[in-house]
């Protein structure tokens, strides 16, 4: 009884992990380019302590790509494909799917948290003038060609985790990226968040009402055991 006990119990902070993760999930649906995050749950099989049965749960990162939100914003950009768009921050470059981008007043083209969006050449200054920006990431204003985004990519499938802020780094810093091959920029548009809001509902549902079963078995067991102590401690 003890290790079926433990088997149940060991279930249950997986579950607790996934109901964190679905929460954030939905708070993010109408974040630019948000990636949601996923649990993959193991069950490991062995013998003696711990017993078998123990569950554990692997966070993810879904990176599959969200939809095309029409903005017709100038500084709104997104990436159709591959890529990331690279950002220059105190802790050193990291990258984004979010392009809702912005002039600084000291021209520098950067992110909402004021880190500066990269180009080929460097960071970016876009003097006054609407920026017209193609498909290839060329950067033009009134005319004039300012520079070309430095959209970057990493062997698939992606080892980056989440630094905040919508940004992410590689797991291992060595494994650096590589110029995205295949990316197009789309202008006046954002990549929307890839969270499917009636899918998250629906897994956050099964996993509540897997866990308040788990919670019923251990009340049992345990409102079970506290009788058979007090009527062992009541027999003459």
Do not use: C, H, W
């Not at 599959?64 to 050193?92: C, E, M, Q, V």
């Not at 985790?161 to 590689?170: A, D, E, R």
């Not at 202008?187 to 009636?198: A, C, D, W």
């Amino acid at each position: 009884m003890i290790k079926d006990l433990y088997t149940v119990a060991s279930s249950m902070l997986p579950k607790l992990t996934y109901q964190q993760i679905v929460a954030n999930n939905l708070a993010n649906i109408n974040t630019p380019g948000f990636k949601r995050d996923g649990l993959f749950l193991e069950t490991l099989i062995q013998a003696g302590i711990p017993p078998q049965g123990q569950q554990i749960g692997t966070i993810y990162t879904d990176f599959s790509p969200g939809p095309l939100l029409k903005t017709d914003r100038s500084l709104d950009l997104a990436i159709d494909g591959n890529g990331f768009f690279t950002i220059s921050t105190p802790d050193g470059e990291k990258y984004t799917r979010n392009g809702s981008f912005y002039r600084r007043p000291d021209g520098v083209l950067a992110t909402v948290g004021g880190d500066p969006v990269l180009g080929e050449n460097g960071i970016i200054v876009l003097p006054e003038g609407d920026p017209v920006v193609n498909k290839s990431g060329q950067i033009y204003v009134r005319g004039e060609y300012i520079g070309r985004l430095l959209i970057t990519d990493f062997p698939q499938p992606y080892q980056l985790v989440k630094s905040g802020s919508g940004l992410f780094v590689p797991q291992n810093r060595s494994n650096g990226g590589y110029p995205a091959q295949s990316a197009t920029v789309r202008q006046g548009f954002l990549e929307g968040s890839n969270v499917k809001p009636v899918e998250e509902m629906v897994n956050m549902l099964i996993s509540y009402r897997q866990y308040q079963a788990a919670q019923r078995v251990i009340q049992t067991q345990d409102d079970a055991l506290r009788k058979s102590v007090n009527e062992i401690g009541t027999v003459r």
